[in-house]
């Protein structure tokens, strides 16, 4: 059973507007959430990651939102360039030692 | 420092075979797991280990032994290979320190098919 999902497999979106990936999670229990990207033939990369005790995380382009009661987390990558175009997972841990990912959202951002 | 390197790149397999896929890191991180990643399903956790001396199971463990003998190195044992084992593993390390949890720093993964 999927515990961490991410239902758009790709996502299309002008160079220079905003792109908006989202991520849903089932068990309330999960404590840290993070995001990933990965290009083909690579290993996933951090890119940023989010306490379940704040709402918000910014880190220049890249910020992640944390709706708890929601279960619902995203990533906005404002404004989109071209380089941002890869695979972003969601990841999700409760004790720091499990991490469970979502299926990934492919972003092509289109010059 | 190198990261997190994996060996080898590729690898196909008969079904019945044994072999190692070999994960190394030279940052001293504490925390060292695998992955499989299939289409469709991301990223699953296979063994991970908290320390030299100490591993657990994650989401994905059958068919999969792991041991931790030293710091650097983190082996994945495939004991007999089966064609449901076709996938591209990930080995990733991180550092238990505070500002650094759960940050995991991934290899360049290896893709392995069995026949």
């Known amino acids: 059973d999927q515990q961490v999902k991410q239902n758009s497999p790709s996502l299309s979106v002008q160079e220079g507007r905003i792109s908006i990936l989202n991520c849903d999670y089932t068990?309330?229990?999960?404590?840290?959430f993070l995001w990933y990207k990965k290009y083909p033939a690579e290993g996933p990369t951090f890119l940023i990651s989010?306490?379940?005790?704040?709402d918000k995380n910014e880190d220049g382009r890249f910020t992640v939102f944390l709706n708890k009661s929601a279960k619902h987390l995203s990533l906005h990558i404002v404004p989109s360039q071209p380089g941002d175009s890869a695979v972003y997972f969601c990841a999700a841990s409760i004790t720091g030692n499990q991490f469970y990912f979502g299926t990934g959202t492919s972003l092509t951002v289109i010059p | 420092n190198a990261g997190v390197t994996q060996t080898p790149k590729f690898q196909v397999l008969k079904t019945g075979q044994s072999m190692t896929l070999q994960c190394a890191q030279d940052m001293n991180h504490e925390y060292m797991s695998w992955y499989r990643q299939d289409p469709g399903m991301g990223l699953r956790l296979i063994h991970y280990?908290?320390?030299?001396?100490?591993?657990d199971q994650g989401e994905v463990p059958n068919g999969y032994n792991v041991s931790r003998s030293t710091t650097e190195d983190f082996p994945l044992r495939l004991l007999s290979a089966a064609p449901s084992q076709t996938s591209v593993y990930f080995c990733?390390?991180?550092?238990?320190?505070?500002?650094?949890?759960?940050?995991?720093?991934f290899g360049p993964g290896t893709r392995l098919t069995v026949l």
């Open positions: 989010i306490s379940s005790i704040k």
């Open positions: 990733a390390s991180s550092s238990r320190g505070r500002g650094a949890r759960d940050t995991q720093y």
């Open positions: 280990s908290v320390g030299a001396g100490i591993t």
């Open positions: 068990n309330s229990m999960f404590d840290y």
